[in-house]
């Protein structure tokens, strides 16, 4: 295949959210790798750190942040599978958590620089756009080189945290985790989710833990964007 097509490809099916996973198939060490790196590397305002990162393979603990894929803890989304988002339930998630702008301000100079937010002169200089573009752009990369490896992708931020804090707290996972996502850098936060779909299934058919299909998505019209063309 071309690199033409390659990147055709990726850019079409990373624009995507798949909603099933083939479980039998993970994604490989070196690729996780990879992945981790493009998460790393990509561009930020002045080469800011504006997000922490929480790479996971572990089964269980995506599960877990699946479990908790709901804005509501009521009777209707706290229990039925056809509102959590099954593209959190895959083999591999990176998060992106960060704190807000807001937050940052109201920590001293001193302390914004500690935690990464600082650019190369050592100065704080990035509000809300700069910490939410660098975010999209990191993600949106990691989704993209993802594709070109040939896996699916998804995105998903719509996590009653709280209800996560609270059952991550009565896990036997590290404190260096724990911690992560106690903190309030964990407010804010996007996740991409990535693995080989369910070959037998379409992509918007989401399944639950039972591994059965519970609801089926429609397929996202193409985007109207108005778009320029200077020559």
């Given at each position: ?224 964007i108005p778009t320029i063309v200077l020559k």
């Amino acid at each position: 295949m071309s690199n033409e097509s390659i990147v055709k490809n990726a850019s079409k099916s990373s624009g995507h959210t798949q909603r099933n996973w083939d479980f039998s198939k993970p994604v490989l060490p070196e690729h996780i790798d990879i992945l981790k790196d493009v998460a790393i590397q990509a561009c930020s305002k002045q080469g800011i750190a504006p997000y922490s990162l929480c790479v996971s393979s572990d089964l269980k603990f995506n599960e877990l942040l699946y479990t908790c894929s709901t804005d509501s803890g009521d009777s209707i989304y706290g229990q039925t599978d056809l509102v959590r988002n099954s593209q959190l339930n895959a083999p591999l998630i990176l998060a992106f958590l960060t704190y807000s702008e807001h937050q940052l301000m109201d920590m001293d100079k001193e302390e914004r620089i500690a935690l990464g937010y600082k650019d190369r002169f050592g100065e704080m200089d990035c509000n809300q756009t700069d910490i939410d573009f660098s975010v999209g752009i990191a993600a949106g990369s990691v989704a993209f080189a993802a594709a070109t490896l040939g896996y699916k992708t998804g995105f998903c931020s719509c996590i009653n945290i709280d209800m996560f804090r609270e059952k991550l707290a009565h896990t036997d996972y590290s404190k260096e985790v724990k911690d992560m996502w106690q903190s309030k850098i964990a407010d804010d936060f996007l996740v991409v989710c990535i693995g080989n779909p369910k070959e037998e299934l379409k992509r918007g058919q989401v399944v639950n833990k039972e591994d059965k299909v519970v609801a089926i998505i429609p397929p996202v019209v193409q985007k109207d964007i108005p778009t320029i063309v200077l020559k």
